[in-house]
Nanobody, 119 residues
């Protein structure tokens, strides 16, 4: 099993920045990728960013150029630096880890952290 604990959410004004942190513990082997998703009120959960083994990164078009995902392998931690925040970035942000165990993918989720962008 993998346990994920997010932190760093909060209230920020438009144009501001926040840095989310996700610390993973437990069976930290065979990690395929680590990433972030978000869910706004009344909407489905959507992909934000991921970082794969080898540090390849993918971003949703809505956050490209504003958000940066990174990871600290030594501490099993993934970060999401969010700059130039907009009200439409308001959502609960979830950390996601995917393990690849002999070709079978296992998804793990954190409890979520609230990000509110408002003046």
């Amino acid at each position: 099993q993998v346990q994920l604990v997010e932190s760093g959410g909060g209230l920020v004004q438009p144009g501001g920045s926040l840095r989310l942190t996700c610390a993973a513990s437990g069976t930290i082997v065979s990690i395929y990728n680590m990433g972030w998703y978000r869910q706004a009120p009344g909407k489905q959960r959507e992909f934000v960013a991921r970082i794969l083994t080898g540090d390849t990164t993918n971003y949703a078009d809505s956050v490209k150029g504003r958000f940066t995902i990174s990871r600290d392998n030594a501490n099993n931690t993934v970060y999401l630096q969010m700059n130039s925040l907009k009200p439409e970035d308001t959502a609960v942000y979830y950390c996601n880890v995917v393990r690849n165990v002999i070709g079978v993918l296992y998804n793990y989720w954190g409890q979520g952290t609230q990000v509110t962008v408002s003046s």
